[in-house]
């Protein structure tokens, strides 16, 4: 268990619908970063925030947007689905402002777009 | 451009020594990590080389050469909770400070 906790764990609905997954980050972490895995794909970097404020932008489409809230947990917000998006998200955690070679991982949410 | 190269797919036997490569492509390379992801499941940290060399880490060891772009992960006395997938990823620095790229995975398939 990373300490990483990510609602919902599945997530199914219907393209042109918008959803919100939630991340919170291990106790301590100032950090969260969001990815996008698809089937069998590697992890595609979207997101990075630190104590609030965006810090790092990766191939985040612009239907999808993020924030992190005052207690440090964060959102992804997904809208105008496609069935592409269909995917695992992950959130990370990790305590610095930069990058860090070591992240801890959630477990995931996996959203399917019918 | 950026890019990550590591093999798809790997097959060893329990017991033996496995080494997965990584080829990396950047424009400002700052170091390599490897992840472990077994299906289903959230990728784990394994290890981190910003220097060159080899770093251990109990049956895991990870080196790196900066002026031959180039990476590996090797996974000693191969277990069968080894069977999963691992990932080289980079730092990079990039205009607006550092972002990790992830490689495409190398599936590992440990058999008795």
């Known amino acids: 268990d990373s300490g990483v906790t990510q609602t919902p764990k599945h997530l199914i609905t219907a393209t042109g619908q918008r959803v919100t997954l939630r991340c919170s980050p291990r106790?301590?972490?100032?950090?969260v970063y969001w990815y996008q895995q698809s089937l069998d794909q590697g992890l595609q970097f979207l997101i990075h925030?630190?104590?609030?404020?965006?810090?790092a932008k990766g191939n985040i489409l612009e239907r999808f947007s993020a924030q992190q809230f005052p207690d440090l947990h964060s959102e992804l917000n997904l809208s105008s689905l496609e069935l592409g998006d269909s995917a695992l998200y992950f959130c990370?955690?990790?305590?610095?402002?930069?990058?860090?070679?070591?992240?801890?991982f959630g477990p995931g949410t996996r959203l399917t777009v019918t | 451009g950026q890019s990550l190269e590591q093999p798809s797919e790997v097959t060893a036997v329990e017991g033996a020594i496995v080494q997965i490569n990584c080829t990396y492509q950047?424009?400002?390379?700052?170091?390599l990590s490897w992840y472990q992801q077994h299906d289903g499941g959230a990728p784990t940290f394994l290890s981190y080389?910003?220097?060159?060399g080899l770093e251990e880490t109990g049956r895991f060891s990870s080196f790196l050469s900066r002026s031959d772009s180039y990476g590996y992960l090797l996974l000693q006395e191969l277990q069968m909770k080894d069977s999963a997938s691992y990932f080289c990823?980079?730092?990079?620095?990039?205009?607006?400070?550092?972002?990790?790229?992830f490689g495409a995975g190398t599936r590992l398939f440990v058999k008795a």
């Open positions: 990823a980079v730092r990079d620095r990039w205009a607006g400070g550092f972002k990790t790229i």
């Open positions: 106790s301590g972490d100032l950090s």
């Open positions: 080389n910003a220097l060159d």
């Open positions: 990370a955690s990790s305590v610095g402002r930069d990058f860090t070679n070591e992240q801890y």
């Open positions: 925030y630190y104590n609030g404020e965006e810090r």
């Open positions: 950047t424009s400002g390379f700052y170091g």
